[in-house]
């Protein structure tokens, strides 16, 4: 596994911190600039290119009516639409490098003010302690819970070469390198979230309904009002 620092929360845990993580929240609302006539519900989704966030996260929209923001896609739109920042964008995403924090936090602030929703799946964010504590300090609120998807490099490897959708960075050099940020810069974010009680780890081996059924009851205990 690749991180198998972690390896000690268990499921048994995981449900009795995720209780533990709603009970400890932070007054967000007066904290920031993001204001909703309902606190916002955000989850952080991080995982190893690969490792399954954005198949896991379309199921979680479907049950659950969560906003997606998937940051690699917001950036890729971003390319997209010729913006001043689209060809730096573009040439950090081909080194499988992060993109300046501040501009990825408030292209995600963006997405989040303009939605009527309350509950984001932010996939893929934050991917260093620099994107994380910019978040906090741009956005004013910490994630609610924070979902790792665990998957061995081989798998995460063989899944991005074989999943074909025209990415720049979906070859196999800019996928090691990519593996080497995630565990040089991801991994000590996944720990920062552990330590506070608010990491559900999934094992992301198998197929897609079997891992969804480790997903699904962490959201399923809130009793979130249905679609809005
Ligand atoms: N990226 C970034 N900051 C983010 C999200 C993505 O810089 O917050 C860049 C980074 O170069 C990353 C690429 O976008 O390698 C693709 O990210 P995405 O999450 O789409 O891909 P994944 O690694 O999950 O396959
Ligand atoms: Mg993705």
Redesign the pocket.
């Known amino acids: 596994m690749i991180c198998e620092a972690i390896d000690v929360v268990t499921t048994d845990v995981c449900k009795f911190k995720f209780w533990e993580a709603f009970s400890t929240e932070i007054p967000r609302k007066e904290k920031g600039t993001f204001q909703r006539d309902k606190t916002p519900f955000i989850t952080f989704v991080l995982?190893?290119?690969?490792?399954g966030?954005?198949t896991q996260c379309m199921k979680i929209v479907e049950n659950f009516g969560f906003t997606h923001l998937?940051?690699?896609?917001?950036?890729?739109r971003e390319i997209a639409s010729n913006s001043a920042d689209g060809t730096m964008?573009l040439d950090?995403?081909?080194?499988?490098?992060?993109?300046p924090s501040e501009l990825?936090v408030k292209l995600?602030q963006k997405e989040m003010e303009s939605s009527d929703n309350y509950k984001f799946l932010i996939?893929?964010?934050?991917?260093s302690e620099d994107?994380r504590i910019a978040f906090e300090q741009i956005i004013g609120a910490e994630p609610d819970i924070v979902l790792f998807f665990d998957c061995p490099e081989d798998e995460m490897m063989k899944r991005?070469l074989n999943r074909n959708q025209g990415?720049v960075?979906?070859n196999i050099d800019?996928i090691k390198k990519?593996l080497k940020?995630?565990s040089a810069l991801n991994l000590p974010v996944v720990k920062y979230y552990l330590e506070r009680g608010k990491l559900y780890k999934i094992n992301a081996v198998g197929t897609v309904d079997e891992i969804y059924k480790q997903v699904y009851p962490l959201f399923a205990q809130f009793n979130f009002e249905q679609q809005v």
Not at 70 to 76: E, M, T, W
């Open positions: 995982g190893g290119p690969g490792s966030k954005g998937s940051a690699g896609d917001i950036l890729r964008i950090t995403i081909k080194e499988g490098k992060i993109v990825t995600i996939d893929g964010f934050p991917r994107n991005v990415r960075d979906d800019t990519r940020v995630f």
